[in-house]
């Protein structure tokens, strides 16, 4: 019985993700009329493996892989070693399938007083793109910008919008094709805002305050962790719920940036770390309908080009979390489900596409 309540739940959210119209544009690039599905992957994470040949039949619209450049070169004598990330580059090539890569961790010997160094972050991103000019296609700039974790420093608007333009004129310069995606704003906790966080709207104010309304064309979110019902409508006195990107999207109008896209990098299902009572959609068949819920929500907005929505992979060994290969040959029920709805949006497929209007946008947007 619980085996076909799954396979309900799976085809409703089939039935729910059906695309109506042909695009034009990559999907989730700015212009684009698709909405695109990414997902994460870890190259040294466990079944590493496994997961690229998943991705190869899977084939997401974007992957996406976390980079710390601490890791990477905690010494500016350090040789960079790409193995690990090699091989998801070369499968991406050959598949093409464009990938993000979400800089993190910028190394002591890199970090300022105002945060990381402008010049040696440009560096380490054109490092990436001469080494992978076929399948780099975007670059997220310190997600979790508004915090001091994702920032390395004290997080200040300022600072990263002269970071963020200097970065993007360097690296424009040499690779005019690559997106440098901004923000990974991420709705800070009251424990991450006693050790110095900034709230994600108040930050958002302060790169538009510096003029970035015109220089950011990709502005990301880090929806993780959530809280609640995907349907219940965004608070600011509890900004963990999905539609928080409303608030987003609100604050980007008023403040000129109408043209500029949401990508959802981050996702996460409720998992009780919020609130207790999430803890029900850790049972399969609530987590499936909580997504099937949230993708509905995020597909009828039009401002939202791209949501990264499930580690492929786990990130660690013996971590708790939710992926879709669990094993040699076990795969999460979400798995077909996902895999049809990407098919529906291949060049070689049906091409049911997501209309993006320009009148539908301002519709959507203007209450």
């Known amino acids: 019985m619980k085996h076909w309540m799954v396979l309900a739940v799976i085809i409703g959210l089939g039935l729910g993700l059906l695309l109506t119209q042909p695009g034009s544009a990559a999907p989730g690039t700015p212009g684009s009329s698709d909405l695109a599905i990414g997902v994460h992957f870890y190259p040294g994470g466990p079944l590493s493996d496994i997961a690229l040949q998943n991705l190869a039949d899977l084939k997401p619209n974007w992957v996406s892989v976390s980079l710390s450049w ?215 068949e609530q987590e499936i309908k909580w997504l099937r819920q949230a993708l509905a929500q995020i597909r009828s907005q039009l401002y939202i080009g791209n949501v990264f929505i499930y580690d492929l992979n786990p990130s660690q060994t013996g971590l708790e979390t939710r992926s879709l290969i669990l094993g040699k040959s076990e795969r999460h029920p979400l798995y077909p489900l996902i895999k049809w709805v990407l098919q529906q949006n291949s060049p070689v497929g049906a091409q049911l596409g997501r209309p993006k209007d320009q009148a539908l946008i301002k519709n959507r947007d203007r209450p």
């Open 70 to 284: 601490q890791e990477l070169q905690p010494t500016p004598d350090t040789r960079l070693n790409f193995n690990q990330l090699t091989p998801l580059m070369q499968l991406a090539t050959r598949e093409n399938i464009p990938v993000m890569v979400s800089l993190t961790q910028a190394p002591s010997w890199a970090l300022s007083p105002s945060g990381p160094d402008p010049v040696l972050t440009a560096q380490f991103i054109l490092s990436l793109a001469q080494r992978y000019p076929g399948a780099l296609r975007a670059v997220e700039l310190f997600p979790a910008a508004n915090t001091p974790e994702g920032w390395g420093s004290t997080p200040n608007p300022d600072h990263y919008a002269s970071l963020y333009r200097e970065v993007k004129r360097r690296v424009q310069e040499q690779v005019p094709s690559l997106y440098l995606v901004a923000g990974g704003l991420q709705p800070p906790t009251p424990n991450q805002i006693s050790t110095g966080a900034l709230d994600d709207l108040y930050f958002l104010e302060g790169l538009y305050q510096q003029g970035m309304a015109q220089d950011m064309p990709i502005l990301s979110l880090h929806l993780s962790p959530l809280s609640g019902d995907p349907l219940k409508p965004p608070s600011s006195k509890a900004p963990w719920g999905l539609r928080h990107y409303e608030s987003i999207r609100q604050m980007m109008l008023s403040s000129h940036h109408e043209n500029g896209v949401i990508w959802i990098t981050r996702l996460s299902v409720p998992d009780g770390k919020i609130n207790p009572e999430d803890k029900v959609y850790l049972a399969t």
